[in-house]
């Protein structure tokens, strides 16, 4: 159990353009996703924790009007990099949270990688 | 806020030998730690945490990790590598009220090498 998907897996895309990434909880339900973005050999870095029902909650320095995310259900969250530039080129993986024995456990998404081009 | 550290950006061992993989941690309250094993273009998968109790942490596929709070490490170990056990290693800590998996914070990770 506790099986995180995203789609597409990689996606290559035109600058200016918009692409937008699904991430789905398959044998759960999560009130709480969250998106990372990992440049090569370099660490995850938390762009924004996904809550179902409200607004996304940015880390410092991730713009909100570029980096959209809705959390329309229980099973689903979604980014779109909108007007996407090079530098936008990156592997994003998310993660969605569930409570198990009193404690909330992150399960991970095989991420999505996106260049754009 | 809290932070990770490991000081070792790539380990190389031969295949059947013990490896460690290092760990620090700054935090100035308690802290949740995790390993998680990355392979190629693939997310992140848990081999082990520590929450409380005990502070030898056993996880999956044979690796373990100590809890030293007075180092504030949590190194993890593996008495006999395989090949297959390479991959990207990150160690990551969060900090809870009740029951921690709030946000985590990565270190940078540990490219584990196992050669013949």
């Known amino acids: 159990g506790a099986v995180v998907s995203q789609h597409p897996s990689w996606v290559i895309c035109k600058s200016g353009t918009s692409v937008k990434i699904e991430c789905r909880s398959l044998d759960f339900q999560a009130t709480t996703m969250f998106w990372y973005r990992q440049f090569p050999k370099q660490s995850l870095m938390l762009m924004a924790t996904?809550?179902?029902?409200?607004?996304?909650?940015?880390e410092q320095g991730v713009e909100k009007d570029k980096f959209l995310i809705n959390h329309a259900s229980l099973t689903l969250s979604t980014l779109t990099v909108t007007s996407a530039h090079p530098e936008d080129s990156s592997f994003y993986i998310c993660?969605?949270?569930?409570?198990?024995?009193?404690?909330?456990?992150?399960?991970f998404g095989p991420g999505t990688r996106l260049t754009v081009l | 806020a809290q932070s990770v550290t490991q000081l070792d950006s790539q380990v190389p061992v031969f295949e059947e030998a013990p490896v460690e993989l290092r760990c620090n941690y700054s935090?100035?309250?308690?802290?949740?730690l995790f390993w998680y094993v990355q392979y190629p273009n693939q997310g992140l998968q848990l081999l082990l945490k520590?929450?409380?109790?005990?502070?030898l942490v056993k996880g999956i596929n044979g690796f373990e990790a100590e809890f030293n709070k007075s180092q504030t490490s949590f190194h993890l170990r593996k008495p006999s590598v395989h090949i297959s056990d390479t991959a990207e290693y990150f160690c990551a800590v969060s900090v809870g009220i009740t029951g921690g998996g709030n946000k985590l914070t990565f270190g940078t990770g540990t490219q584990l090498k196992v050669e013949l």
């Open positions: 993660s969605a949270r569930v409570r198990r024995g009193g404690y909330n456990e992150q399960f």
């Open positions: 935090s100035s309250v308690s802290v949740y």
């Open positions: 520590y929450l409380s109790g005990s502070t």
């Open positions: 996904s809550n179902e029902g409200s607004k996304a909650t940015y």
